[in-house]
Structure formats: C-alpha cells, structure tokens
C-alpha cells in the first residue's frame, strides 16, 4: 500500500506539472495581436493612492476633481473615493448635531464622523476638542489644493488616529498669475460664488480666495450656509530653506430637517460653526535631509442652538482651541535608506456645556444655572433682566476641567438643578447609581456658589487652633500640582484666622512657607501624600520650606499655644518638624521654626 500511494503521488505530480506546462507551449505556438490605442477622456475618480516607503497609502483628491464632482463641501469632494462613505442632510452645510454631516472611512466613523476619524488643515487639528470629534464645515474646500485621505493607521505622519483627512492649501509654484471667479445658482434657492487669484514673482508667492454658498434645501429645515476666506504667502530664503504663513477663516451654520415624514418636533435646531487657523512653517530640503517646523493656533466656536431637551428649547455654546508646536525630519544616510524623526506638541482647552441638561433660574432672575451631563458640569450664569442675556461668573465640573472650573468630585453627570425659593440653596440632581443630590450655598448678591457652611463653622468656632482638612491642595508643586479651592476655599480661611491646612491626593510630602494676603494672618499647608501608595518626586519650589519623596508618617502635638509636627520615616527617623506658637491669643498670629 506504502508503494501505490508513493506511484499515486508520482503521477499526480506529472500531470500538474503536464498542465502547467501546457499553456506555455501553447503560448509560443499562436500568434500575437496588438490592441489598438484607447484614449480616456473621462475626468478621473481620484488623482491617484501614493504608496510610501513605510507602506502606507493616501488617496489624493485635487482640485481637478473637485471642480468636476462641483463638490460644495468636502463630504461631496470625498463621496466617489474608495473606501469612504458620506452622510448628509443637507446640499449645503452639514448639520454638526446627528450623523448629517459625516465621513465614513472603511467603516471608521460611528457618526458625524467620529473620533477614530481625525480632520486636518494643512496638517493642523480641526475639530471640535471638547468632545474630539469633526465638524465637516469647518473643512473650507475652497483653500484645498488636495484632499489627502489616510485610510488607516500612520503613526509616522499623524500620530494617534486611525484615519485622517488632511486639506493641503493651494500655492502657486510656477512663475506668473492666475485669477479664478466662479457663481452659479440652481433649484432650492441655491447660490454658490467662489474665488481665488495667486501668483509667484521671483522669491515670492502668495494665494487669496473665499466662497459664499447658501441653500434653502430640498426640504423644510435644510437650509445651509458657508463663508471662508483664506490666505497664503511664502518666500524661499535660499535654494534650500523657504517660510510660509497660511491662515483660513469661516463662518457656517446648516440646519435639521429631522427624519423624512418625522414632525417637526423631532427636528434638533441649528448647528453654528467658527474657526480662524493660521499656521507658520520654516521647510527645506537638501539631497540627504529634508523636513519642516510648523506654528499653528486654531480657535473656533461649535454652537447647537435651539437644541430640544425635554419640554424647552436651549442652546449650547461651545468654543475650542489649539496650539502647538509639529517638526519632521526625514534622513537619507545611506543608498535605499530612510530615517524618520518627528515632534508634536499639542496643546487643547475648551470650554462649553456639552449635553446641557437642566436649567434653573433664580427667583429674583439675576442667575441661571446649567447642570451638563456630558460635560460633569455645573455652569453659573449671570442674567440680564432686561434683556435676559447671559454671561458665564463660575463653573464647577467634576474634575475641574482642566483648571478651568473649581472641582467638585460630587458633580458626576449630573440632570437637573434648582435653586430654593429664598434663593440661597442650589441644589444639582446627578445620574449616578445612588441617584445622588449635590448641595451648594447661593451667594444672595452675587449669585455666585459659596462654602457658606465653612464660613459659619469657623465663624462659630471658639478653639485656639483652627486646623482645616480636605483632601486635594490647595497649594501643591509635585505630583498633581493641585490648586483646588484657591478662588473660593481660600478667602474663607484667611477670613477666619485659620492656622493649619493639611491635604493629600498628591503621594509626596510637602511643607510650604507661611502663605497670606499682606495684613492678613499667614496659613501654613501641608501635603501629606506620603501615608500611603506610591511616592512621587519633588520639585523644587521658593514656596516650600520642606519637601520629600518616601512613605512617611506624622506626630501632631498640642501645648496650649504650642503646635509642634514631627515627619518621621518608616525606620523611625525624623526628616521634617517645626513649631507653631501663638504670639497674641487665641486669634494671634504664630511663629513658625522649622529646617
């Protein structure tokens, strides 16, 4: 049997390679015809997919094709691409609050397009940063030169994204002039004018233009409109190094039209965008090495109005901004080689209501209040009677939000807000699993939130030393560089003469100098992150008397007037200790002796 499955093999072998050889023989025995030449005059889908060194594919899309797809928009200019799906509910603008405005790359994009998808300009972030997501009118087609569609992960050329759009701005590289004016008008009430003049003269070049596009749509509530205006200028130094100053301004808004047969109900209001991008660029490029070092700054405003919530009818403001700083260098030091060094840093803040939820407004109408649930944020408002026009005096969000608001850890998601009919308790219903209720005190004259309860508390308090914990500093150089409280918490303790402050959240020891207003007692703070999880390094700081990385322990010791702290490691060793005393009372001031 081991030899007949041994032959069976052998003749299958001959007859694979018998019918293998076959054609070839055959080949070389009929004749060969030529085809005669075709000439394609249709305009091309896509100017091209560039293979690069590293593997990596873009598609282009020019301004060739653009004209020929009369694209408005870039989800227009994209809609025949490989690989990308557009949405849209509107011939002109897209609407930013649903999926009416979206890009779709190779299933990339859950709505409007999401965050997987990144949007740029001239290699520069434009999107909304407050929840990181693309606004398509933001995108102006008319300062594109190309239209650079990533359709998947690369690192190498825009860092951290699956996909990426990136409009590269027109420039003119040949010597001379050109001028371009363009207008047209159609059904919906329909108007479209565009235009652009560049020209290069010796070491100069330079590009203007803008557009103005507007649409009532083809149904009720599709009205779109677009305005930009951009700006490009370049001098070349030398054969090798040139500089360039871009910048790109619009101003749009596209309406709902909500769902086809939905009522009118259903339709989610406006969507209002902004944006000024201006970026500076020093390139060069010699036989071995070339690169770039890029400036940029993009502000702008993403505003949803007449958003339904519930029963009322809000609006959401939002504004974003970038900066930072992006360089490339490509090195060739040997035949067939590259090497790619590259920086980015970026820098986002933002500030806005996202998913505003509840609203109340004080009795007396000189405060409104805004609990947004996405944003973990409480937002205070100051109200003009007259008018009813609003101006933001205070936020608090549940992680600060950067700075920008005081922290308040029981703001989580939170759904509604009331303020009590005297006027002097607000209270901030959250979603968390407890359903639980925040409590703020109401300043009657400012409207603003206070830590009324502090204030009487050490108002009523008759102890000789006034020692005030809570968990997150105040005052704080090493670890989170924490800063909570100083706007609100702080003028309540140098009100009350309040002697000690001791805090932790950062795992580091930390002893700051006496800290006060002049005429006023001075405070002594402490961070005591040592007692516990992993340590951090110090900084140094003119502010600390004394700072240490290292688990540690505290003695506290109270005399009458006396206030002694000793700071021991865990071999028992003392590394810190100084000593309060009262020099006048008890509401004197002290001396404090440390190392």
């Known amino acids: ?18 019918c293998a050889a076959a054609p070839f023989s055959a080949a070389a025995q009929q004749p060969t015809y030529g085809l005669e030449e075709m000439k394609v005059v249709a305009a091309p889908v896509i100017q091209g997919n ?26 227009a200019a994209l809609r025949r691409t490989p690989g990308v799906n557009i949405s849209r509910y509107n011939p ?74 990136n409009l590269v701005p027109k420039r003119i590289e040949a010597e001379g002039f050109q001028t371009r004016i363009q207008a047209a008008g159609g059904s919906y009430d329909t108007f479209v004018a565009s235009g652009d003049h560049g020209g290069k003269t010796g070491a100069w070049d330079y590009f203007v233009g803008g557009g103005y596009r507007t649409s009532e749509g083809h149904r009720n509530d599709a009205d779109g409109e677009l305005r930009d205006f951009f700006g490009r200028i370049g001098y070349r130094l030398n054969p090798h190094w040139s500089l360039s100053l871009f910048a790109l301004w619009n101003d749009n808004e596209a309406k709902d039209p909500g769902a086809k047969g939905a009522p009118a109900a259903a339709r989610l209001g406006t969507y209002e965008t902004r944006s000024l991008v201006t970026t500076l660029t020093a390139s060069h490029r010699y036989e071995q090495v070339e690169g ?10 993403g505003d949803w109005r007449d958003q339904p919530v519930g029963a009322t009818i809000e609006d959401l403001y939002n504004d974003f901004l970038f900066y930072g700083l992006k360089g490339r260098e490509v090195f060739r030091l040997w035949p067939g080689g590259e090497v790619i060094a590259g920086l980015d840093w970026d820098r986002t803040e933002g500030d806005g209501l996202h998913g505003a939820f509840g609203v109340a407004v004080s009795k ?20 003009d009677k007259k008018s009813g026009g609003l101006q933001q005096i205070g936020c608090f969000s549940h992680d600060g939000s950067g700075g920008r608001c005081v922290e ?3 703001i989580f998601r939170p759904i509604d807000v009331a303020v009590s009919p005297d006027g002097l308790d607000v209270h901030v219903g959250t979603s968390t699993g407890d359903r639980a ?13 206070t830590y009324r309860e502090l204030d009487q508390d050490l108002a009523a308090s008759k102890a000789e030393w006034k020692i005030v914990c809570y968990h997150q500093p105040t005052f704080n150089v090493a670890g989170h560089e924490s800063d909570w409280g100083r706007e609100q918490i702080l003028p309540v303790l140098e009100k009350h003469g ?21 005429g006023t007692k001075p405070i002594l703070f402490m961070v005591l992150g040592s007692t516990g999880g992993v340590t951090r390094s110090t900084s140094p700081s003119p502010m600390l008397a004394a700072s240490r990385k290292g688990s540690a322990y505290y003695l506290f010791t109270v005399e009458g007037s006396k206030l002694t702290m000793v700071a021991k490691d865990t071999d028992g060793k003392a590394f810190d200790e100084f000593t309060l005393e009262k020099t006048g009372g008890k509401s004197g001031a002290f001396s404090a002796d440390g190392p």
């Open 1 to 18: 049997m081991r030899s007949m499955r041994s032959v069976g093999r052998g003749i299958r072998m001959f007859v694979l390679l018998a």
């Open 437 to 449: 209720i925040a409590h703020s005190w109401r300043d009657a004259g400012s409207g603003g939130l």
């Open 92 to 165: 002109i603008g897209s609407f930013g609050g649903a999926e009416g405005g979206g890009v779709f790359i190779r299933g990339q994009g859950s709505s409007r397009p999401g965050a997987e998808i990144k949007t740029l300009v001239d290699g520069v972030p434009m999107y909304m940063s407050l929840w990181n997501h693309p606004l398509l009118d933001l995108l102006s087609i008319d300062s594109a030169h190309t239209i650079e569609v990533y359709k998947s992960p690369q690192p190498h050329v825009f860092g951290n994204a699956f996909a990426v759009v």
């Open 50 to 75: 560039r293979l690069d060194r590293y593997a990596s594919q873009k598609t282009e899309v020019t301004e060739e094709q653009i004209r020929d797809l009369n694209a408005q928009d870039v989800a």
């Open 498 to 518: 309040v002697d000690l402050v001791l805090s932790g959240h950062s795992h580091v020891h930390e002893r700051f100098v006496p800290i006060g207003e002049p």
């Open 292 to 301: 770039f070092l890029k400036l940029y700054r993009n502000g702008g405003e």
């Open 364 to 383: 007396d109408g000189r405060n409104a209040y805004v609990a947004a649930i996405d944003g973990n944020t409480l937002v205070v408002l100051a109200r």
């Open 408 to 410: 308040s850890r029981t």
